[in-house]
């Protein structure tokens, strides 16, 4: 069983930064591949990164490219999503999920092990 515990939310203004972070209990976090969901009110929860259990590589919805970026730390069973440039529509619940899939597999919101979720709100 894999436990993931969120951390680092909290109110921005707009064109500012945050950094997400995520760490996990257990000791198979090497291998498994990692990202980060978000879920704004009133709507579906979205894809936003991924990255592979070796993080070599790294998925981005396009909404965030460019200003996203997500690191993985095996030494401290981590994950980060460093946020630049943020805008009011990236208001919402982040979420830390793990799949002992490829992270290819969490694109389609398919994810084994999920955190509990963290406020992120930025203002205008």
């Known amino acids: 069983q894999v436990q993931l515990v969120e951390s680092g939310g909290g109110l921005v203004q707009a064109g500012g930064s945050l950094r997400l972070s995520c760490a996990a209990s257990?000791?198979?976090?090497?291998?498994?591949?990692m990202g980060w969901f978000r879920q704004a009110p009133g709507e579906e929860r979205e894809f936003v990164a991924a990255i592979s259990a070796s993080g070599g590589s790294t998925y981005y919805a396009d909404s965030v490219k460019g200003r996203f970026t997500i690191s993985r730390y095996n030494a401290k069973n981590a994950v980060d999503l460093q946020m630049n440039s943020l805008k009011p529509e990236d208001t919402a619940v982040y979420y830390c999920a793990a799949t002992n899939s490829m992270a290819a597999t969490l694109r389609t919101g398919v994810g084994d092990y999920w955190g509990q979720g963290t406020q992120v709100t930025v203002s205008s």
């Open positions: 257990g000791r198979t976090f090497r291998t498994l591949a």
